[in-house]
């Protein structure tokens, strides 16, 4: 395991002095008086909660880094050298017809009213944070352009410098709303949606009614939590004004901007910034229904769920009632994750890590599902990056997962390719990308790729952090086909759960996936024997026909 240092991270600019660490409290094992730091007992000595976050706030992401016990990496996905699933219709499996390029990464979510996306990823939420709002239109075109949903997070609305409210509290306008929606669907080509995420301050406002009236969006997203995981979401502000504003519009600011000792504290420069805080939602079912059914009278044809890395309890009530409610998507979000705005110690230390979680959610939605109650299409969150990560998703949870959300894997891309547009008009390239050339048409393999999407003319206009979501969506995809194709799997739908082997027996005690040394032992027993005990035999020979006809069948795990 990696070593944990709770007293220093790099997420909060701290480090120890000493190489000897104690284990439980980060501490130095010998903490010398005199020591001039950095751990983050001696910052909190001077700066105080400012340690409660990473930082700089603002100008980074930061996740959790803590080592679980079990996570994905104790899965791996199995091969095979037979059979097919997911061919088109009509197409018979061989090796001409069979190559991984053939594999269809296509997907759906919804109850009735299905949205279709060109890979089974989408965004994770983004809201209010200082790194979505001066990026978005990188992230906002290179997700319409990949074809996947976007994700528009919560109090985007509510911290908008040019919002207006009537009398009632309700918004009249949101340039800053209108202009994030507007630039999605600039760009938008048939595949993915731009959904918006509410939480209690955005159900005060009239967020829902705003984007609905104003843009006619047909899918929006409730939220249990996850903003700064359980807490509500936060921004940091440096302007007592502002702090000011946003405490006049109903958020709770911390330190209390109103008081004089804290306004005092702001002019003598010691106070450098306030925290403006979500409130803590409080669910009940019957309240959840009648939510749900609110936003359905005022015209969307979608309603999601995000819930954060609560326990089995929650779990529980989050599918149950997703169920019952006809919910179209439920983003089930795992620990550790994060995008920086969550209090550095709750990333690495509260909720559900993300494959006990999943794990339960699969076993729990399996549950309704024998009992014939229809499941909602269900999306796994909590630290991806990566197509083996996506494929592990997919297989543990179906057949009920249908995509992953992607939190900080779908940032970097967008800011790596906004900085590399700065670089070149500095005449600053890193070596790193200057290798590859000095233009963005010898930088980005796939901008003719880009430009027969949008017309020569439109390349003009298009951010190239865009084009660095697009460029990492095509490695996923193609990553994702050579995965596929290996374990034969030639469209989303098909990937099941016996597609994967634990690698230790304690994680297919978490998992209900077998251990590798068990999988298939009972198919491989019998062709050592010749004696298929009600096996079809053709499964065990080779034939195609048979592993289409009886995979099902033999390979279903309790």
Same mark, same amino acid.
């Given at each position: 395991m990696n070593l944990q240092r709770p007293n220093a991270n790099d997420a909060t600019q701290s480090a120890n002095r000493s190489k000897s660490v104690v284990p439980m409290s980060g501490l130095c094992t010998r903490?010398?008086?005199? +020591?001039?730091?950095? +751990?983050?007992?001696?910052?909190?000595?001077?700066?105080?909660?400012?340690?409660?976050?990473? =930082?700089?706030?603002?100008?980074?992401?930061?996740?959790?880094?803590?080592?679980?016990?079990?996570?994905?990496s104790h899965l791996n996905i199995q091969g095979y050298a037979l059979g097919t699933k997911g061919l088109p219709m009509g197409v018979t499996g061989d090796s001409d017809t069979a190559i991984f390029p053939a594999v269809n990464t296509e997907t759906g979510y919804g109850w009735d009213s299905k949205v279709n996306m060109t890979l089974p990823i989408f965004t994770g939420a983004?809201?209010?944070?200082?790194?979505?709002?001066?990026?978005?239109?990188?992230?906002?075109?290179?997700?319409?352009?990949?074809?996947?949903?976007?994700? +528009?997070?919560e109090n985007v609305c509510g911290i908008d410098p040019q919002l207006e409210l009537d009398g009632n509290g309700k918004i009249i306008s949101s340039p800053d709303m209108d202009r994030r929606i507007e630039t999605y669907r600039r760009y938008h080509r048939g595949y993915g949606e731009i959904l918006v995420q509410m939480n209690v301050e955005d159900t005060r406002l009239g967020v829902a009614e705003y984007v609905r009236e104003k843009h006619g969006l047909d899918s929006i997203e !409730?939220?249990?939590?996850?903003?700064?995981? +359980?807490?509500?979401?936060?921004?940091?502000?440096?302007?007592?004004?502002?702090?000011?504003?946003?405490?006049?519009?109903?958020?709770?600011?911390t330190p209390d901007p109103s008081h004089p000792i804290n306004q005092a504290a702001y002019e003598d420069g010691s106070l450098k910034?306030?925290?403006?805080?979500?409130?803590?939602?409080?669910?009940?079912?019957?309240?959840?229904?009648?939510?749900?059914?609110?936003?359905?009278?005022?015209?969307f044809s979608r309603i999601t769920l995000k819930t954060g890395a609560y326990g089995l309890r929650e779990l529980a009530m989050a599918i149950k009632w997703s169920s019952k409610a006809h919910i179209d998507l439920l983003t089930i979000d795992g620990a550790p994750g994060g995008t920086g705005m969550?209090?550095?110690?709750?990333?690495?230390?509260? =909720?559900?890590?993300?494959?006990? !979680?999943?794990?339960?959610?699969?076993?729990?939605?399996?549950?309704?599902?024998?009992?014939?109650?229809?499941?909602?299409?269900?999306?796994?969150?909590?630290?991806?990056?990566?197509?083996? =990560?996506?494929?592990?998703?997919?297989?543990?949870?179906?057949?009920?997962?249908?995509?992953v959300c992607m939190g900080r894997a779908l940032m970097i891309p967008g800011m790596v390719g906004k900085n590399i547009s700065q670089w070149l008009k500095e005449g600053k390239l890193p070596n790193t990308v200057g290798q590859y050339g000095s233009t963005p048409e010898e930088i980005f393999v796939c901008y003719e790729e880009i430009k027969d999407l949008v017309g020569a003319d439109e390349m003009k206009n298009l951010p190239m952090g865009a084009m660095g979501i697009y460029s990492y969506s095509q490695k996923l995809r193609? =990553? !994702?086909?050579?995965?596929?194709?290996?374990?034969?799997?030639?469209?989303?739908?098909?990937?099941?759960?016996?597609?994967?082997?634990?690698?230790?027996?304690?994680?297919?005690?978490?998992?209900?996936?077998?251990?590798?040394?068990?999988?298939?032992?009972?198919?491989?027993?019998?062709?050592?024997?010749?004696?298929?005990?009600? !096996?079809d035999e053709s499964m065990v020979r080779g034939s195609t026909a048979g592993f289409k006809s009886t995979y099902h069948r033999i390979r279903t795990y309790e």
């Open positions: 903490c010398v008086d005199g +020591c001039t730091g950095n +751990c983050e007992v001696f910052k909190a000595t001077f700066r105080g909660r400012e340690l409660l976050y990473p =930082g700089p706030f603002g100008d980074i992401t930061a996740g959790g880094d803590k080592d679980y016990p079990i996570d994905y983004l809201g209010s944070t200082e790194i979505a709002r001066k990026n978005w239109d990188h992230f906002a075109v290179g997700a319409a352009l990949s074809g996947i949903t976007l994700v +528009c997070g !409730l939220k249990w939590g996850q903003g700064a995981k +359980c807490i509500g979401g936060e921004i940091k502000v440096d302007s007592l004004e502002r702090a000011l504003e946003l405490q006049r519009r109903g958020y709770i600011v910034e306030f925290e403006r805080h979500s409130r803590l939602g409080f669910i009940d079912e019957e309240s959840f229904y009648a939510e749900v059914e609110r936003l359905r009278d005022l015209g969550s209090p550095w110690r709750m990333m690495e230390e509260w =909720g559900m890590p993300s494959l006990y !979680l999943h794990s339960a959610a699969q076993e729990f939605a399996q549950r309704l599902a024998n009992r014939g109650e229809r499941v909602p299409d269900i999306a796994f969150a909590g630290g991806f990056s990566s197509e083996d =990560g996506i494929f592990k998703a997919l297989a543990l949870g179906a057949p009920f997962v249908k995509a193609v =990553g !994702l086909q050579q995965l596929m194709a290996g374990s034969r799997c030639f469209s989303v739908p098909v990937i099941e759960r016996h597609d994967l082997m634990s690698l230790t027996e304690e994680c297919a005690k978490v998992t209900g996936i077998p251990y590798l040394m068990d999988a298939y032992r009972k198919e491989a027993m019998a062709i050592l024997t010749e004696r298929y005990d009600g !096996l």
